[in-house]
């Protein structure tokens, strides 16, 4: 069984203080105006962002489920595939996203 990212921005939303609005132009759930789930470039993945202290650990447990390319290292931001065959781990994980969003203070406000 896989997700579809209308499943995925569903899933996010039945998430307490979460809301579809938009990141940089494109869709995005996000909590405390910051990002839970994005799409990616990459068809077959969407973009959660995550606390980078578990990125390795996530990607080590289940590199078939969660990647990243050259783009996203760096960043609190971990592609996972659509297709996974672990999608209770997908949920709790973007419920995990959730919930850092939510502890974070909210971003400042860019200068124009």
Not at 53 to 60: D, G, P, R, T
Not at 69 to 75: M, S
Request: net charge negative; glycine share 2%.
């Amino acid at each position: 069984m896989s997700l579809s990212w209308d499943e995925v921005v569903a899933y996010a939303l039945s998430l307490p203080d979460t809301e579809l609005t938009t990141y940089y132009g494109g869709p995005a759930v996000k909590a405390n105006d910051r990002a839970v789930v994005t799409p990616s470039h990459e068809a077959d993945s969407f973009c959660l962002h995550i606390d980078k202290a578990k990125i390795e650990m996530l990607k080590l447990i289940d590199p078939d489920t969660f990647w990243q390319t050259p783009h996203y290292e760096g960043y609190p931001a971990l592609l996972v595939r659509y297709d996974s065959a672990n999608l209770e781990m997908v949920k709790d994980q973007i419920a995990a996203s959730r919930d850092w969003a939510v502890a974070r203070p909210k971003p400042r406000p860019r200068k124009k």
